[in-house]
């Protein structure tokens, strides 16, 4: 039992991901602020196994659920800043398809690829997501983390997260909290005009709203996921 009035029992969390499949998750809570997932956190013995669960998007749940407690980071980790340095200050939580709206607005560039991520700013820290000729390594300065054993919080440059193709030295005791990314000057028309070419991109190849995989798969090493399900028949 996790004694916390944030914490609610039998969650399901199928409707909270993309595939809309999976059960009930044991114990479930949505933190708005850091002290409110320390306060948790603090709450939660040691035995009980905690993951986070971001937008959902390319999570497949089990049918028997989660024996554990599931995060999804909501109200302030929703934020994003855009500083006038240039410099983006955005919440784990926040969706990557905002956060390259919210820059663009602003006349900041380079985050545009990121319209057609359906993730959130900590996924993309924990895999390096990427897309469209540009991936979050490239745009990013440095992620805060918190360490769910001892919820100590600290704040790494990119060069520490070891990012590569899809990967970062993150554990999955480590949750991204919040991220600060560089961007330079651009035209807000013609940064519009990107977001819809990648979001029309997007709709084309990978459409929406029919619960299709989309692109989920890791290309091996000197080929294309893509193209070896197609040689296969299997598309």
Not at 54 to 71: F, I, P, Y
Request: charge should be negative.
């Amino acid at each position: 039992m996790i004694s916390h009035d944030l914490v609610r029992d039998g969650v399901e969390l199928g409707p909270l991901t993309t595939y809309k499949v999976g059960g009930e998750a044991r114990w479930f809570a949505e933190p708005a602020s850091l002290e409110e997932l320390r306060s948790i956190l603090e709450l939660t013995p040691a035995s009980v196994p905690v993951v986070v669960l971001g937008r959902g998007s390319n999570v497949v749940v089990s049918d028997s659920g989660w024996d554990g407690l599931v995060l999804r980071l909501a109200g302030g980790f929703l934020a994003i800043d855009v500083r006038d340095d240039g410099t983006v200050i955005a919440g784990g939580a926040a969706p990557l398809p905002v956060l390259a709206r919210t820059a663009a607005a602003r006349g900041r560039a380079g985050l545009e690829f990121f319209v057609g991520i359906p993730g959130s700013v900590g996924g993309a820290v924990v895999m390096n997501a990427g897309g469209h000729g540009s991936d979050t390594a490239s745009v990013l300065e440095n992620a805060t983390v918190l360490t769910i054993g001892t919820r100590s919080v600290d704040t790494r440059p990119t060069r520490a997260l070891d990012l590569s193709y899809r990967h970062s030295n993150l554990r999955k005791d480590e949750v991204v909290v919040q991220a600060t990314f560089s961007t330079t000057t651009g035209d807000p028309k013609a940064m519009e005009q990107t977001l819809r070419e990648i979001t029309r991109w997007r709709k084309e190849y990978q459409p929406g709203g029919t619960l299709n995989a989309g692109s989920v798969f890791k290309n091996p090493e000197g080929a294309a996921a893509g193209a070896l399900i197609d040689e296969a028949g299997l598309k």
